[in-house]
């Protein structure tokens, strides 16, 4: 089945630095990859849709010089948490969606990256 | 923005016991999805039912959908410690991100 592969798992930063979450199909092309945000306890909350090959839709309140989004190609979208501080500090998910002749067929999920901003 | 709102928010019952998760929903939907997830963990895909589908089986999973209340449902029978998570559901309109509902923590007591 169409596997979406998300690294790191888990990274810890200093406030200040800035992190790099990558997201790869591995088996399919992804055009579209959306990030969600999850805080402890809470649900996912959309940050942006990134689009293969053009900037990246950002959800209202996510500010995108500080959530940089890449999606250089059809397998590789990527999320630069910039200038990070203990309140990004959160579970950061990715996801595809999957196409089965043109129809939606479902959606994976990166298996998520703990970020933690000491 | 989330549209899904799952009740309970959360849900404690006996191994062997059935557990009913509802959501409810606010605009129209091409396809609602359930997922689990085990805390911390990511998430795991259990059943889609697309919006002109009432009803759907996968294994102990019995997933139930009403357009006309914009609401589902979400049944596991014969429940184990092992279906201990949280479980949201989700909804698109085709080519749409998924909308996330609150989720339903469930907690099954061996």
């Known amino acids: 089945g169409a596997v979406v592969s998300q690294h790191p798992s888990r990274v810890i930063c200093k406030s200040g630095t800035s992190v790099k979450i990558e997201c790869r199909s591995l088996?399919?092309?992804?055009?579209?990859m959306f990030w969600y945000r999850q805080f402890p306890k809470q649900s996912l909350m959309l940050m942006a849709t990134?689009?293969?090959?053009?900037?990246?839709?950002?959800e209202q309140g996510v500010e995108k010089d500080k959530f940089l989004i890449n999606h250089a190609s059809l397998t590789l979208s990527t999320l630069t948490v910039t200038s990070a501080h203990p309140e990004d500090s959160s579970f950061y998910i990715c996801?595809?969606?999957?196409?089965?002749?043109?129809?939606?067929?479902?959606?994976?999920f990166g298996s998520g990256t703990r970020l933690t901003v000491v | 923005s989330q549209q899904g709102e799952e009740d309970p928010q959360a849900l404690s019952i006996q191994e062997g016991e059935n557990a009913t998760m509802n959501c409810s929903y606010k605009?129209?939907?091409?396809?609602l999805q359930w997922y689990r997830q085990n805390s911390g963990r990511g998430l795991v895909h259990l059943i889609l039912?697309?919006?002109?589908?009432r009803e759907k089986h996968s294994g102990r999973l019995r997933v139930t959908l009403d357009t006309s209340k914009k609401s589902s449902s979400l049944l596991i029978t014969a429940s184990r410690a092992a279906d201990t998570a949280s479980y949201f559901c989700?909804?698109?309109?085709?080519?749409?991100?998924?909308?996330f509902g609150k989720g339903t923590r469930l907690s099954v007591i061996a």
């Open positions: 088996d399919f092309q992804a055009t579209t």
């Open positions: 039912i697309r919006s002109n589908e």
């Open positions: 605009t129209s939907i091409n396809n």
């Open positions: 989700a909804t698109d309109r085709g080519n749409t991100p998924l909308v």
């Open positions: 996801s595809a969606r999957v196409l089965d002749r043109g129809r939606v067929d479902g959606y994976t």
């Open positions: 990134s689009n293969e090959g053009s900037k990246a839709t950002y």
